[in-house]
């Protein structure tokens, strides 16, 4: 039987056993009067109870199967000759039940408790006992009790443990999940700073700048104010580049020390480890691309590669970055299970932990892009995603510069 050894609850039930079979063992030799070899009685009692204690101090047969099970095949052998010897030593049968239960694994268990039980049985017919159904009954009726229990215990041992383990892990998962949503809200806040200084201080600089320059070309030669409006303007192009250190360091780590296309590539290498194979192309030459642009495209890139690698059980998944002369489009396509888009609930992807088709298609159109998906049961899914590349002078992203602002030089953030 498969019952832990070392349970605080085992070690009592194994003392409780022990002293049930001592007790057992003086009654037997108390009451050898009774029998026709009082002598031989004794002495059985006193050997079957030397084995017992070698047994019970021995650590070896706790540690050892092959060491438990040749003690129990002692204790047992020695019972034999007491029972053959004098009938009180049948009641020693039923705690035996129990040790062969617990020591022995359960190939050998249940045999020696039915060898057991038969012997114990023929020991009472051979001692002359009327043949009534009891003298069968309680020998086996004690057997398949100390199974039940046994067996019983082992059950709730199991669910225990079973148990524990599932508390164990939902308290890790729980942690895990903390430590996610803590980075997960680090990361959001690091996004939305970046854009709220890109689109407000950014560009209120960038177009102090502009009047400023504006002002010093209408000045006269010499005029005393040209000093002023210089170091002003010097003062304002100095905090629009502290502006966009600011900016870079707020985007997104995997943007931190590289392009969009390397990020993109570092992504499907990390997602290629656990299959499906992932190939990632560039088409056209790469052209500098403002970060809303590279954050949105990244984003929307990691949330479809994730459904794909989750629902598609795709081979192949290409990821395609193209740059065009007036847009830049991001394609990926898998050649998985694939879908009806429109029995999608919308909460699906949030649900497993991903973007969501909804948030994807919102960052996307938030940047005046558009957001499509192609997909049929059995006929893989694309995921296609178009962006218009900014006009030279006015910056990208919801809350840029309008028609009523003045035109920037560049756009702040964006990559050379």
């Known amino acids: 039987m498969n019952v832990p050894r070392r349970s605080p609850v085992v070690a009592v039930l194994r003392l409780c056993l022990y002293a049930l079979l001592a007790g057992l063992l003086v009654l037997a030799a108390v009451r050898s009067g009774d029998s026709g070899h009082p002598r031989a009685v004794v002495l059985s009692v006193l050997v079957t109870g030397a084995v017992l204690a070698a047994g019970a101090v021995g650590p070896a047969v706790h540690r050892s199967r092959r060491t438990a099970a040749l003690w129990v095949a002692a ?21 035996l039940y129990f040790l062969q239960l617990h020591l022995l694994p359960v190939r050998w268990s249940l045999p020696a408790v039915a060898l057991t039980a038969g012997a114990a049985i023929a020991s009472f017919v051979a001692h002359g006992a009327p043949l009534t159904p009891g003298a069968f009954i309680g020998p086996l009726l ?33 942690a895990e999940l903390a430590e996610a949503e803590r980075t997960a809200g680090t990361l959001a806040e690091r996004e939305r700073l970046a854009h709220e200084i890109h689109d407000t201080l950014a560009q209120g600089l960038s177009s102090i700048q502009l009047l400023l320059r504006a002002a010093q070309r209408l000045l006269p030669a010499g005029s005393p104010a ?4 210089e170091q002003a303007r010097a003062t304002a192009q100095d905090n629009l580049a502290e502006a966009r250190r600011f900016v870079r360091a707020l985007t997104p780590p995997d943007l931190e020390h590289g392009s969009l296309a ?11 480890v656990d299959a499906p194979k992932v ?25 479809a590669l994730g459904n794909t690698l989750r629902h598609a ?12 002369d007036t847009s830049v489009a991001l394609d990926v396509v898998d050649d998985g299970a694939g879908f009806a888009p429109g029995d999608v609930p919308p909460d699906r992807d949030r649900a497993d932990g991903g973007f ?38 006015v910056p990208a992203g919801p809350g840029s510069a309008g028609p009523g602002r003045l035109p920037l030089p560049d756009a702040v953030g964006s990559r050379p």
């Not at 390397?262 to 997602?271: M, P, T």
């Open 313 to 324: 059980h795709a081979d192949r998944v290409e990821i395609t970055l193209s740059f065009m």
């Open 262 to 272: 390397a990020a993109l590539e570092r992504l499907c290498r990390s997602a290629a």
């Open 142 to 174: 004690g057997a398949a009790v100390a199974v039940a229990t046994v067996l019983g215990y082992e059950a709730l041992y199991r669910e225990s443990e079973r148990r524990r383990e599932l508390i164990e892990e939902l308290i890790a998962t729980r």
């Open 279 to 303: 190939r990632f192309s560039v088409s056209g030459p790469p052209a500098g691309l403002p970060t809303p642009y590279e954050v949105a495209l990244l984003r929307i890139a990691q949330s």
């Open 226 to 229: 040209a000093p002023h409006l």
């Open 75 to 95: 204790l047992s052998a020695s019972w034999l000759v007491l029972v053959t010897l004098s009938p009180d030593g049948l009641w020693v049968a039923f705690p």
């Open 356 to 393: 969501g088709l909804p948030a994807m298609r919102s960052r996307a159109e938030s940047l005046g892009g558009t957001f499509t998906v192609e997909s049929a049961p059995g006929q893989g899914t694309a995921v296609a995603v178009t962006l218009p590349l900014p006009v030279a002078g």
